[in-house]
């Protein structure tokens, strides 16, 4: 009878043993790969694959003498490691703006009060918690049992780590008297403790020790095989939810109070204050305490309390008008400046890089800072004003840098008394350092670029980066080593986003195929592929994005897809706007579309050879509707809205929101493209425009009648 030897481990391997294991796993893995390609249920999993072929190294490794001529480990490429199943959030999981000042906060407060129409004597109550450094989790539970959990992703979509996160102690499996549908948001991180054993244990096995806790916390929450996550001691805070389908409570606190009860640990230092001087005492409070909590926190969140509050003040693209997080000042250090480098990015900036004596800034080591411009290293800012006193920075000097939170490094003093003798003002080119073009500043622009647009290759690998990024295309497998590589590539370049979409096709007919690469093989290829057909179809909003034109942020290509609705309108509007002034007029109607936004857009579409990029990627493209899941049975939805006079039941800022939530577009002036005019007392000629186009007027009650808000 033979043996299974599939469990035993390598070390208790005999020769006979081994050669007969080497001998399955060559035909499991081929069998594998060949399975792939098959519609129906592969023979192993990503992770299987994985594992297997881990072993079947650590196998040969043991045995050299016994490696197969059909080894799998010559199909060239590294095992690939697979990504998880994608999970789509049913609720959005935002992101929180940032204050770094009191003043900060109480300008945030402001914002609140302003856009609720609550004077500073009335009374507005807030939550504030410290803001853990891990990664955020979002939990479901039906009917009291965990169904699902998933990364926050790009905030829409996120991985699927369901079993990894089954083996977290704070996290229930199942929960009495929970509603039928429960999303409990909050935070994976690691405490200090665990984490120093972790890295002692990992340096025992001779592997590499994390370099913090939250990136401890990311690589054992995002592993294939569960097992290696339930060895690793993960914590979980939860503060938030997604969707419910019974309410927690009446205000944040309550809420998160009533997770408690559910089983979850909650953060013991959240509490309710009535105003910002309380809430900046508790800020104080908490970081006081911050070196003794055996945990991470980099600052400390407000939420509005009460959750109608919360409802009403709703989102902007990424983050909450509700919350904002209040970081803790910016770690600092001193190092010597070894070299400046110049970078060139997408639309062309010159950026000078700080390269430095390597230094610890807050448990991180730092050997790279941005110098921003030209101005910023000669003590200037983009006013020109001084700053640092106006000393300029040198090639030699002992600089000080400091980092906040996960932001890039930056520069913030020089220490004269420090300067090498020999120290020599630093030179800024005028010419790009990449391809060579002229590199001008603007009248106004601190910034200095380079002219050469596409034939730059350093602004078109940069294009390419930005096209692929979360928030763009976000393709599996194409990240910026991916890129680089590609570019590169003289058989199977990628120069232009328009080569990703026909990759696969010239790989097919290519004599050196991408399977047979150092770092490829049939399987990674495939998977490249499939991501890459994947994103044939895109929506509006991201396509804009995607192209990376200066000043077209996610938030005004969202503005701009919702706005024209179909790529063929767009592209005709945009086409035509630098030609007719009646249509370059109606892009500035847009609300939140600016001169030096539109012109921006204008400009890339009538310049020939990026205009001939972007025509060429639109052929491979499907390109849907505006991302806009629940807008569909709005009564507004499409419809073009403005609002003109006082409105006395919520303030402009707040009627604007809800009509763009509502999938409304709002606009600021009265045309024959406006469908609804909302008309409050005092409205005057925009009202009499309306009426004399024939436009439906409607007042403040009739509006929030119409969207269901009365
Ligand atoms: S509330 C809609 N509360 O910070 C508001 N976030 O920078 C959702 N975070 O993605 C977030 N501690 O991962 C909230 N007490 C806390 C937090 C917290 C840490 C993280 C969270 C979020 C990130 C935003």
Redesign the pocket.
Same mark, same amino acid.
């Given at each position: 009878m033979e043996h299974d030897l599939s469990k035993t481990k390598i070390n208790d391997l005999t020769v006979e043993g081994a050669r007969a294991e080497l001998k399955r796993l060559a035909e499991l893995l081929l069998t594998a790969n060949r399975q792939y390609h098959a519609e129906d249920a592969p023979v192993l999993s990503d992770a299987e694959y994985d594992r297997e072929k881990q072993r079947n190294q650590a196998i040969e490794a043991r045995f050299p003498e016994l490696v197969r001529p059909d080894s799998p480990s010559f199909q060239v490429g590294a095992a690939p490691s697979s990504g998880f199943s994608k999970i789509k959030h049913e609720k959005r999981?935002? !992101?929180?703006g940032?204050a770094f000042s009191v003043e900060d906060v109480q300008e945030f407060d402001a914002r609140v009060r302003s856009f609720l129409g609550l004077n500073s004597d009335q009374a507005l109550a807030y939550t504030a *918690? %410290? #803001?853990?450094?891990?990664? !955020?989790l979002s939990v479901r539970y039906e009917n009291g049992d965990l169904v699902a959990a998933a990364t &926050?992703g790009d905030g829409a979509i996120g991985e699927d780590v369901t079993e990894n996160a089954k083996t977290i102690k704070d996290i229930p499996h199942h929960i009495e008297n929970a509603p039928e549908i429960l999303e409990v &948001?909050? *935070?994976v991180y690691m405490s200090h403790t665990d984490f120093q054993n972790l890295n002692a244990r990992q340096l025992e096995l001779g592997d590499k020790p994390f370099s913090n806790p939250r990136n401890a916390a990311a690589g054992s929450l995002r592993q294939l095989d569960a097992s290696i996550t339930k060895s690793r001691p993960l914590r979980f805070?939860a503060? @938030?939810w997604g969707v419910l389908s019974a309410p927690l409570g009446d205000t944040q606190l309550s809420s998160v109070k009533t997770l408690s009860t559910f089983g979850f640990k909650i953060?013991e230092l =959240?509490q309710r204050f009535e105003n910002t001087d309380e809430m900046i005492d508790h800020y104080r409070l908490i970081e006081r305490q911050r070196s003794t909590l055996g945990y991470d926190?980099?600052?400390v969140?407000y #939420?509005v309390d009460q959750l109608d509050l919360q409802r009403r003040l709703g989102?902007r693209s990424t =983050? %909450?008008r509700? @919350?904002i @997080?209040h970081k803790f000042p910016a770690e600092r250090a001193w190092t010597r400046l070894e070299g400046i480098d110049i970078q060139v990015g997408r639309t062309g900036a010159l950026s000078p890089v700080a390269r430095l004596a390597p230094v610890t800034v807050g448990g991180v080591v730092v050997s790279n800072a941005t110098l921003h411009n030209e101005d910023y290293i000669l003590g200037r800012d983009n006013s020109g004003a001084d700053i640092r006193n106006g000393k300029d920075i040198r090639v030699g000097d002992w600089v000080e840098v400091y980092r906040a939170?996960d932001v890039i490094p930056k520069i913030s003093d020089v220490d004269l008394s420090n300067r090498p003798e020999d120290a020599c003002p630093f030179v800024f080119p005028t010419t790009c350092p990449e391809c060579g073009s002229d590199a001008v500043r603007e009248p106004g622009d601190a910034v200095r670029r380079c002219v050469g647009g596409l034939i730059c290759p350093a602004q078109a690998v940069e294009k390419l980066k930005h096209f692929v990024s979360r928030g763009a295309f976000d393709i599996e497998g194409l990240g910026t080593k991916q890129i680089e590589m590609f570019y590169g590539d003289d058989v199977l370049p990628i120069r232009e986003p328009a080569d990703i979409f026909t990759l696969s096709d010239r790989d097919r007919t290519s004599l050196a195929r991408l399977q047979n690469r150092d770092g490829w093989g049939p399987k990674s290829a495939e998977k490249l592929f499939a991501a890459i057909e994947n994103r044939r179809s895109v929506p509006l909003n991201k396509l804009i994005y995607a192209l990376g034109i200066r000043h077209i942020g996610e938030n005004s290509a969202n503005l701009l897809a919702r706005n024209f609705g179909s790529w063929e309108k767009f592209e005709q509007a945009v086409t035509a706007a630098g030609k007719n002034h009646e249509i370059w007029e109606e892009l500035l109607a847009i609300d939140g579309i600016g001169e030096v936004l539109a012109s921006s857009l204008v400009a890339a579409f009538a310049q020939a050879s990026e205009r001939n990029s972007i025509d060429r990627l639109a052929q491979h493209l499907t390109i849907l509707p505006v991302e806009n899941t629940s807008t569909s049975d709005s009564p507004v939805a499409g419809k073009t809205v403005v609002f003109t006079g006082s409105l006395e039941k919520m303030t402009r800022a707040e009627a604007k929101a809800r009509a763009e939530e509502l999938g409304a577009k709002v606009a600021g002036s009265v045309s024959s493209k406006t469908d609804l005019l909302v008309a409050g007392p005092g409205a005057g000629s925009k009202a009499k425009k309306a009426s004399e186009l024939g436009i439906e007027i409607l007042d403040e009650n009739g509006w929030l009648t119409l969207v269901g808000d009365a």
């Open positions: 999981m935002m !992101s929180l940032n *918690e %410290p #803001k853990i450094d891990g990664l !955020s &926050r &948001r909050g *935070e805070f503060y @938030a953060n =959240t926190i980099d600052g969140v #939420k989102f =983050t %909450p509700w @919350a @997080a939170g």
